[in-house]
């Protein structure tokens, strides 16, 4: 590995390679197509970055002359706007005493500064496959001498919706390319259709089997819920003991607005994230959940795959994900780069079915969700909250106030600090425990994927770990 990047990488603390790093280095390093696959955090942003990073020609080098002058080397495609450009960062650090040019291409902004970054000429190209087909119809973007392409989350950008695409983008490259796909799941149908677009690839993958899809060290509870009791329950669990930053997944737009809104009435600092927001709002929302600003970040799916915020200490998904392929890489959100996670998804009643095809698929160990409400007291004990928490830190907005709609522009926004403890004082007799039989049932339910201990009889040994480094200050509306 070349020094310049092994110091960049240094000063981001980045010292010894992890698993699926070490595995693709030196076969990527001499220009063979690869399909790599390694869980969720582990880093394949950088088992494909530094290959192409190292592979590609800086115009300081003695070679530069030889290559079509400023066409971008190399070509990396991600399915949503947000990871293009965390791939971006990412290379860009990695690269900063290479002095390559990076740029990010992606919809949902203006053309000029893409359009003038590109005359004005790249070497790495990181991009959504709409706006990139775009620029190349438009003859800005030049990919045929890309000698590296890069599919990142490959299995999503060989699924139907990003196929026709993808093809498309391949079609303008070299045959010559070096290709190299990487996704945490990696269906062997996708891996069959993959190899049709490649030369003799190998296949590394950082894990024997499939079965161990999911992050071990994130604890995963799945609990059966009442819709309506759903924004109580993540209001109590965002009092929980270990609780950094939460991402909650939501099936859908509108859903990810409600829930932030909701959230945001009871005192707590959170923000929606879906497609329906315009980019400068999405990537605001990211950058504010990234500083901490805000401790719950409300997102759809476009959220899902491969963003990378430290401090994410779980997930919860608001109502069953689609498919196993979801559940991993949602849940993956958390319990990143050797950190301990929790991930909670609630299912509805009629979700069941679904819920029961995701468990058996990844071969999981929670058939039978437990009935769960707010109330109840496995939940206070497996996510650790304090006897008497209720879901909201600021008292309910009095009736006469403005309706809804007219208020919801200001919420997001609002920084001061709730005072968390008035509802506290209110600390009621258990009453509301509706749930009698959440004993030893609980355990068995509420246990994680490492099977083993369960908490027979109440005490606590709840399966939950610290983070290793109590890494990230804790967002204002989670400290006391
Ligand atoms: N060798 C390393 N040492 C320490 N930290 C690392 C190392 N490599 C990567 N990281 C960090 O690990 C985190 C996860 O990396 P990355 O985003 O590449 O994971 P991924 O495998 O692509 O996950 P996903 O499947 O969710 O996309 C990042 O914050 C990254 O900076
Ligand atoms: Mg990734």
Redesign the pocket.
């Known amino acids: 590995m070349l020094p310049e990047i092994c110091d960049a990488l240094e000063r981001a603390n980045i010292t010894t390679p992890f698993a699926i790093q070490e595995m693709t280095l030196s076969v990527a390093l001499m220009g063979t197509d690869l399909i790599g696959q390694a869980r969720?955090g582990t880093g394949?942003?950088l088992a494909f970055g530094i290959p192409v990073l190292q592979r590609s020609v800086a115009p300081k080098d003695p070679d530069y002359a030889e290559i079509p002058q400023g066409k971008p080397q190399a070509l990396i495609v991600a399915p949503t706007r947000e990871?293009a450009l965390q791939?971006s960062s990412d290379l860009s650090l990695a690269g900063a005493d290479r002095g390559l040019r990076v740029l990010t291409v992606y919809g949902g902004v203006g053309y000029e500064p893409q359009i003038e970054a590109l005359e004005a000429g790249v070497d790495i190209v990181v991009g959504t496959p709409g706006r990139l087909i775009d620029l190349a119809n438009r003859r800005v973007l030049d990919i045929s001498h890309v000698h590296a392409l890069v599919l990142?989350?490959a299995d999503e950008m060989l699924d139907l919706g990003f196929l026709p695409d993808v093809e498309k983008i391949l079609r303008m490259t070299p045959e010559t390319r070096q290709t190299m796909l990487?996704?945490?799941t990696m269906p062997s149908a996708i891996v069959a259709l993959a190899r049709m677009h490649m030369r003799h690839p190998m296949n590394i993958r950082a894990e024997s089997s499939y079965e161990n899809a999911t992050v071990p060290a994130t604890a995963q509870f799945i609990y059966q819920c009442h819709d309506l009791d759903k924004p109580e329950i993540i209001g109590r669990i965002l009092q929980a003991e270990d609780v950094e930053k939460i991402i909650v997944f939501t099936r859908t737009k509108r859903q990810a607005q409600r829930v932030a809104d909701d959230l945001v009435e009871r005192g707590f600092k959170a923000s929606p994230l879906h497609g329906d927001m315009a980019q400068v709002a999405r990537e605001k929302a990211l950058a504010k959940f990234r500083e901490d600003k805000i401790q719950v970040l409300v997102a759809t799916d476009v959220a899902a795959?491969?963003i990378?915020v430290r401090g994410v200490s779980h997930v919860i998904n608001y109502t069953c994900p689609e498919d196993d392929k979801t559940y991993v890489h949602r849940i993956g959100r958390t319990g990143r780069a050797g950190a301990s996670g929790i991930a909670i998804t609630m299912v509805d009643w009629q979700d069941l079915h679904r819920w029961k095809l995701i468990n058996k698929a990844l071969d999981l160990p929670f058939d039978e969700p437990l009935e769960t409400y707010s109330s109840s007291e496995h939940l206070f004990h497996d996510q650790g909250i304090p006897p008497g928490t209720k879901g909201r830190i600021v008292d309910p907005a009095p009736v006469e106030r403005k309706p809804r709609e007219d208020r919801s522009s200001d919420r997001g926004d609002r920084g001061d600090r709730p005072s968390r403890n008035r509802n506290r004082t209110r600390t009621r007799t258990r009453s509301g425990e509706t749930v009698a039989d959440s004993g030893p049932a609980a355990s068995s339910e509420g246990g994680s994927s490492e099977g083993g201990e369960s908490k027979a009889g109440g005490n606590r040994n709840r399966r939950r770990r610290r983070r290793p480094s109590g890494s990230g200050s804790k967002p204002a509306a989670a400290t006391e």
């Open positions: 969720t394949k942003t990871l791939v990142d989350e990487f996704s945490a795959r491969g990378d």
